[in-house]
């Protein structure tokens, strides 16, 4: 039944293609055109640029797109490509309280299998919108390199198994943050609400370290920890691309990131099991 409910709401999100193009689409569409137009007015302007002493700090030699995939990777969880991705997120989420189709897709399915669709269908969305990110950086560095005249290469080393491990990292860190949209489109009913109360919680969590610091509450502790998955995304990523830090401060960021994941769709489930549909 769950792969049934997968395959149908798939479909419908497929069909959106607004909601396609806002969250996969759009951002990597900008980010490439910003990058060649930029790229572009300083190769036009290099000489006024040299003659004002103005260094815009590009290296030289080959243009190493491995290197590019490294630093795209690491930065995959942006704080652009976690709005957009929530506005999908919200729209396959809410969808259906927003519509009034939840007393017709319910009666033709299980209830877990339902809202563990709409999951399995953002985390797809999320993949597919870093996937677009990743290819337009290297698109827009390998644009970069036949502007300036500079050989393309590609090396990655020993940074192979690196990368994947925190792409994925990131991946689960975008499907974490929509995770608060699926728990209040389920409690609320409301399109606006699980699209504007996962923003409120974000930045709630980003401040949470800084204020608990003033209040005598040390970063990377677990206090500090299980109310930030934000901050312990942050420690578990520079780990996995090689920088050093604190050992105890792993299993706290482990277990908060990990339990943000778990309790939004565990507590979602067990509301939705129990909700009134028939008052939409």
């Known amino acids: 039944m769950l792969i049934d409910a997968i395959r149908a709401e798939g479909y419908r999100l497929l069909k959106n293609r607004t909601t396609v193009f806002w969250s996969v689409v759009f951002l990597p569409v900008m980010s490439l ?18 003659e004002a002493n103005i260094n815009l700090n590009m290296p030289g030699g080959a243009q190493d797109l491995g290197q590019t995939l490294l630093a795209v990777a690491a930065d995959v969880a942006n704080p652009a490509l976690l ?15 927003r519509w009034e189709t939840w007393r017709l897709t319910s009666a033709r399915n299980s209830r877990p299998a339902l809202l ?5 269908n953002v985390a797809l969305l999320a993949l597919a919108a870093i996937v677009a990110l990743v290819l337009s950086k290297l698109i827009g560095d390998a644009i970069k390199g036949v502007i300036m005249g500079r050989a393309l290469s590609f090396s990655l080393g020993d940074d192979a198994g690196r990368i994947l ?26 399109l606006l609400a699980s699209l504007f109360v996962p923003l409120v919680v974000g930045v709630a969590q980003a401040a949470a370290p ?32 090689g920088e050093v830090v604190p050992v105890a401060a792993m299993t706290p960021a482990v277990t908060s990131f990990a339990l943000w994941l778990l309790w939004p769709v565990i507590a979602a489930l067990a509301w939705f099991s129990r909700q009134d549909l028939s008052k939409e």
Do not use: H
């Open 33 to 50: 055109v910003l990058s060649t137009l930029g790229v572009l007015a300083a190769r036009l302007n290099q000489q006024k640029l040299a």
């Open 83 to 97: 709005l957009f991705v929530l506005i999908g997120a919200a729209t396959v989420y809410a969808g259906d309280y």
């Open 116 to 120: 563990l669709a709409k999951v399995v």
């Open 165 to 190: 491990a925190v792409v994925g990292l990131g991946w689960a860190r975008i499907i974490q943050f929509t995770l608060i949209g699926l728990l209040t489109a389920v409690v609320s009913r409301s």
């Open 210 to 241: 800084m204020i608990l610091a003033g209040m005598g509450v040390m970063p990377g502790g677990w206090v500090s920890m299980l109310v930030s998955p934000a901050q312990a995304f942050d420690l578990l990523r520079s780990a996995l691309t």
